[in-house]
């Protein structure tokens, strides 16, 4: 049949025209607030959100040989929860924010769900409904100023008048003349510094994706030892 094993093509990540202008406007403005507010390391802080998938699907397939497009059922119909990650310049991390599509709490993880307690109570996670999808809305971008980034800060200011920076993308509900006039008024020490949201992701999302592979893998491979006595090595 004259087939072969392909990776699964996609359409690329389009980099935004003056990129370089950009990212040099975003560093400078970053550079400015820092030192006209004299902010410490500890209370500049980075959030972004990333996609875990329930059931992660294969990303190869046979096609013919020479085949410039190659396509996979089901490939981009993902359906997982948003994870938001959080990591200060001194190398803290907050707790997660999972986010669940769905409207009442029943879309949740109840207190009889493995490990549960350790993350809500040790790990201090919070989860969210996200309504019809799981992507961040405004009200969950509040609970997680109120519940997880604020307390942090608190503890990390040095006086009430200290400047705090938040860097997040350029996300619609994190843009919206809602979410910033909420923030400016209930928290006007935050400063917010947009990235474009292809220049966002940071190291801590390999880590996690990591993490979250070997969790999916770890019932077909509980152990190294399993491993060994499967594949002899």
Not at 188 to 195: G, K, M, S, T, V
Not at 211 to 226: G, N, V, W
């Amino acid at each position: 049949m004259k087939w072969s094993l392909r990776q699964s093509t996609c359409p690329g990540k389009k980099i935004p025209d003056g990129v370089t202008y950009i990212l040099t406007d975003t560093f400078l403005r970053f550079v400015h607030t820092i030192s006209e507010d004299s902010v410490v390391i500890e209370v500049i802080f980075n959030t972004d959100q990333t996609l875990v998938i329930y059931a992660a699907g294969a990303t190869e397939t046979y096609a013919p040989k020479g085949s410039k497009q190659v396509e996979i059922v089901g490939k981009d119909e993902k359906r997982g929860f948003t994870v938001v990650v959080g990591i200060s310049m001194n190398g803290d991390v907050l707790p997660f924010q999972a986010i669940y599509a769905g409207s009442t709490f029943h879309s949740l993880s109840t207190s009889d769900t493995p490990e549960y307690q350790k993350a809500t109570q040790v790990l201090k996670f919070c989860f969210e409904s996200g309504g019809s999808n799981h992507w961040s809305t405004l009200s969950t971008m509040q609970n997680y100023v109120q519940n997880i980034l604020v307390p942090y800060f608190e503890l990390h200011r040095k006086d009430g008048n200290q400047t705090c920076i938040w860097q997040i993308d350029s996300w619609s509900v994190h843009q919206s003349a809602e979410f910033r006039d909420w923030r400016y008024i209930t928290y006007p020490w935050i400063w917010i510094h947009y990235f474009p949201a292809i220049a966002q992701d940071f190291s801590s999302h390999v880590m996690l994706e990591s993490s979250e592979f070997s969790s999916l893998r770890s019932d077909i491979l509980p152990s190294r030892t399993l491993s060994k006595v499967l594949w002899n090595n």
